[in-house]
């Protein structure tokens, strides 16, 4: 068993899956990293707001450091939310983090669960391919070299060209998608050949198996 609940073995969709997790890390990654700098922007734009009060500011003014508020918070916690929100979507996918009905996907056994779990997940996969087009679309529509900052839109403070974010979720969708297909894959392979515990899709742990799973995550942190 890999790290989380995904089995692997020597098939070639077990090698795609842990071809497609690097990626998937690094997404998540981003986004961790993301919402991490969120806490020093509010840092500065805080200490600037009181320093510029204090004595040392015509200092710091004259070094450039902290003059006042930081110029455009609010623009760059707009530009950060996608990288928040989506780029480590496919990665919770992967783990089977998403919030789900286990209570009652829990009851099942054997064909019948990798029956509901496929339709589940070709329902979410057609969505999100609709997502992905939509939303490169919307990214279309705001990207153009020909004016400044290859951008047709703003932000309102500080004009922040708003491309970059709008490109984000195109990319991060499509990430997802990949994923899916590959789940959609194993888990019809599961409910062709009856398979008890499939590679490449995320196995759903009883209460027992979590916390003995926390505990030895613990124990290896040590």
């Known amino acids: 068993m890999s790290g989380g609940t995904v089995l ?3 098939s070639l969709l077990s090698r795609l899956d842990r071809a497609l997790l690097p990626l998937e890390k690094a997404t998540a990654l981003i986004s961790g990293l993301a919402a991490f700098s969120l806490m020093f922007l509010a840092a500065y734009s805080v200490a600037g707001r009181q320093l510029d009060k204090t004595f040392i500011a015509p200092f710091l003014d004259r070094i450039g450091l902290m003059d006042g508020p930081l110029l455009g918070y609010v623009d760059y916690i707009e530009a950060l939310m996608p990288l928040i929100a989506i780029m480590g ?7 089977g983090g998403h919030i789900r009905m286990d209570i009652l996907i829990g ?3 054997g064909r019948l669960l990798w029956l509901f779990e ?4 070709l329902l979410i996969l057609a969505l999100m ?7 490169w679309a ?7 070299c ?5 951008s047709r839109d703003s932000s309102i403070d500080i004009g922040l060209p708003i491309w970059p974010s709008k490109l984000v979720v195109p990319i991060a969708f499509a990430v997802l998608v990949a994923r899916l297909i590959l789940q959609a894959i194993g888990y019809a392979r599961a409910l062709w050949l009856g398979l008890e515990n499939p590679v490449a899709v995320p196995l ?12 030895e995550q613990l124990e290896g942190g040590k």
């Open 107 to 109: 009851q099942l056994r």
């Open 204 to 215: 759903i742990q009883s209460i027992a198996e979590q916390a003995a799973a926390e505990a």
């Open 118 to 121: 496929l339709v589940s997940v």
């Open 89 to 95: 979507v496919s990665y919770v996918q992967r783990e």
């Open 129 to 135: 391919i609709a997502l992905v087009w939509g939303a």
């Open 138 to 144: 919307h990214f279309d529509r705001s990207f153009d």
């Open 8 to 10: 692997q073995d020597s």
């Open 146 to 150: 020909a004016r400044p900052l290859c």
